[in-house]
């Protein structure tokens, strides 16, 4: 190992699930792990298999006969030597090989995703795969496992790498053409050859960019029930949440401030908010409520309005829905369904066209879905190439660099420590 490997300390902690448990997994990482599991079970069992043991404390005290593994680098999940303690799942066991281990010099417990940041470190995994990587361990639907899974398994760098490549070779065209130009009016324009791969590249980046976002796979698809008081608001995100979530009344203007309800709809993890009735009011605590439902409905994914169609303030992100249709009354304009949320009827109804329209807002099933910063850094890099079109040669070398540097920071070639350290404190202590 280099030496640089050799001077950080060798971390451990545990990596499996809440105490006590059938087994408990402890993890070992660094230059003196082979060490470490030499001492807690008196030898070194052969690389990558799995052998009973038992292990003893520095005093000889017998902690547990377990399963342990020794994993030589650098072929490992961390690119270090590791070492796995497969324990019996008892607190006091667990405790009992901790303490032994953070006696022995060199070791240290690991901190918040400090396993997952030196696998990125030692090139086990770039910054993209992290994240994918995080996702994963917060996925609660299976749409969220499928797109994190893609992004943990390299979806997101084998699609940034294959764009790299061909900004290189481009690079390498336009460096050529300015070094055989012999004086700066001398340097020869793109040729056509470049000049359509430079387009065909910004078309690309932008088909990314006009992707739906991941935040909805992960955060939940934003459903805005909005309306003018006492529309029916509260009690339509209490049906379609099959729960009473929000205060119901037929008293106009109970709902002051925004309720968010989390909930499945056709499989798909959706946020209902619950907003105040759109009026005119002079008092001071609904006006507040009033323009923060506004503020909703601007950010909104998905809005169902239960008022007079033509004044939802965006018809295009509109269901239009006429709410307690058990009074019998007609409804003024058009309409997409009608609910009663007294008699549950439309309420199925709603339910499935609701998740045939989120699914719509959701990216495709075989695209890399990219967060807020993948779209940042992709829209850095969209803005240099296309604007890299209509200048000089020279220029265009430079526009070609900074969209390099700009996809370098998707995967983590280029400085973002600061990233880094809000990226891995988001794991848990042994990831």
């Known amino acids: 190992m280099s030496g640089s490997a050799e001077a950080r300390p060798t971390i451990f902690a545990l990596s499996s699930g809440a105490l006590p448990a059938a087994i408990a997994i402890v993890r070992i990482s660094g230059p003196a792990a082979g060490e470490a599991l030499t001492y807690l079970a008196g ?7 799995a052998v009973s043991a038992t292990l003893r404390d520095g005093e000889g005290e017998l902690l547990d006969r377990a399963l342990i593994l020794w994993l030589p680098g650098p072929a490992t999940a961390t690119g ?29 417990m690991a901190e918040a995703g400090e396993f997952t940041r030196r696998a990125f470190t030692n090139g086990r995994l770039d910054l993209a795969q992290a994240e994918g990587l995080a996702d994963l361990l917060a996925a609660e639907t299976d749409g969220q496992r499928r797109q994190a899974l893609r992004l943990a398994e390299g979806g997101l760098g084998r699609l940034v790498a294959e764009w790299q490549e061909r900004l290189l070779a481009l690079s390498a065209r336009v460096e050529a053409a300015i070094e055989f130009g012999e004086e700066e009016e ?6 056509e050859g470049e000049k359509a791969a430079l387009a065909t590249l910004v078309q690309d980046l932008a088909e990314a960019l006009a992707q739906p976002p991941a935040e909805r796979l992960r955060d939940g698809v934003r459903i805005v029930v909005a309306g003018p008081t006492n529309a029916g608001k509260s009690s339509l995100i209490n049906g379609l949440a099959g729960r009473e979530a929000a205060i119901a009344s037929p008293v106009a203007g109970t709902t002051r401030d ?10 798909v993890a959706c946020l209902l908010i619950d907003s105040a009735g759109l009026r005119t009011s002079t008092g001071k605590v609904e006006q507040i409520g009033v323009a923060r439902a506004k503020a909703a409905m601007e950010t909104a994914d998905l809005i169902l309005w239960l008022g007079q169609p033509d004044a939802c303030p965006y018809p295009e992100r509109a269901l239009l829905i006429r709410a307690k249709s058990d009074l019998g009354r007609p ?8 609910v009663s949320t007294l008699t549950g009827a439309g309420l199925a109804e709603l339910k499935l066209l609701l998740g045939a329209r989120v699914a719509r807002l959701l990216p495709a099933a075989d695209a890399v879905a990219l ?9 850095e890099a969209h803005r240099e190439l296309d604007t890299a079109r209509y200048d000089d040669p020279i ?29 891995f404190g988001q794991f848990c202590i042994g990831k």
Request: hydrophobic share 50%; proline share 5%; no cysteine.
């Open 43 to 49: 030898r070194l069992p052969s690389p990558r298999r």
């Open 80 to 108: 270090e030597d590791s070492a796995e303690l497969h324990l019996h799942g008892g607190r006091a066991v667990v405790a009992a090989v901790l303490a032994a281990l953070g006696v022995m010099p060199g070791l240290r």
């Open 186 to 191: 001398d340097v020869p324009a793109l040729g």
């Open 371 to 379: 967060n807020a910063r993948h779209r940042q850094l992709i829209g």
């Open 258 to 267: 925004i309720i968010e309800v989390p909930v499945l709809l056709g499989g």
């Open 395 to 423: 220029l265009i070398a430079e526009h070609l660099r900074h969209a390099r540097l700009a996809l370098d920071r998707i995967t983590g070639r280029a400085g973002v420590e600061d990233m880094l350290d809000a990226l």
């Open 331 to 338: 409804g003024a304009g058009r309409s997409d369904i009608a």
